[in-house]
């Protein structure tokens, strides 16, 4: 019975931390500055060798945003916009997928380097590593480039965190973008938004351990049936 008990722990185990060792799906939410939003993503093993080791790549979302500085509610996210690589890439620590979508109008802390909004759609369980040589700050499930999403709306969604340090909280940023007259970028919100991500609670696992401890216990009386019979007989 303990064999059999180990066994259900090894299966459950498994299912549990499976997700961070491939392919898994993540529930996100964030709120704060007039903006929210909340979903469902999922990642799957970076391939690509010019990333953080520790990252990700998104692959899939889904899900809802809200923006009540520019009257957006409850727009649904419908994508995760295509890599469009910097050319020429950056030395590491920069990612190799660093990825930029022009804009026209100038931002307070756009990058000089790039004249646009950076993303990589990278993912990081255990926090992003300070992979922006002009910015120190890091943490939080993105880095400091994000993920770029795209609203059924129309507009594109620019999403990424602001790490944290010294006197500085863990936040996140949000930018809207209206693609349709040259990247006008119609809202921006660098820091004061809250983000968390987490493993949606695997429910099944009980059912499935449930069942497991019920077949074990079912192979021990049958068993101690068998042994009872063979006694019986001699």
């Not at 889904?62 to 509610?73: A, L, V």
């Not at 930029?100 to 990278?122: E, K, R, S, V």
């Not at 770029?148 to 709306?153: A, G, K, Q």
């Amino acid at each position: 019975m303990k064999t059999g008990l180990l066994a259900v722990g090894a299966v459950l185990a498994a299912l549990a931390f499976g997700p961070l060792a491939h392919a898994g799906t993540f529930h996100f939410q964030f709120s704060g500055a007039g903006v929210s939003g909340s979903g469902m993503l999922t990642i799957t093993p970076d391939t690509n060798s010019g990333d953080p080791s520790s990252a990700f790549t998104i692959t899939g979302i889904s899900g809802t945003f809200s923006d009540s500085n520019i009257s957006i509610s409850n727009a649904s996210i419908t994508g995760v916009k295509a890599l469009d690589l910097v050319s020429p890439q950056r030395d590491p620590p920069v990612p190799a997928s660093l990825s930029l979508f022009p804009i026209a109008n100038n931002l307070p802390m756009q990058d000089a380097h790039t004249g646009g909004l950076t993303y990589d759609n990278l993912f990081f369980p255990d926090g992003s590593p300070a992979d922006c040589p002009e910015y120190p700050f890091a943490g939080g499930f993105l880095d400091v480039y994000g993920v770029m999403l795209t609203l059924d709306n129309g507009d594109i969604l620019d999403f990424w965190s602001d790490g944290e340090g010294p006197g500085m909280p863990l936040t996140y940023g949000v930018g809207v973008i209206d693609p349709s007259d040259g990247g006008t970028v119609l809202d921006y919100q660098f820091g004061g938004v809250a983000a968390t991500a987490a493993v949606p609670e695997p429910q099944y696992l009980w059912l499935l351990g449930a069942a497991l401890l019920g077949f074990f216990a079912w192979r021990r009386s049958t068993a101690r049936a068998s042994v009872r019979s063979r006694r019986e007989r001699y």
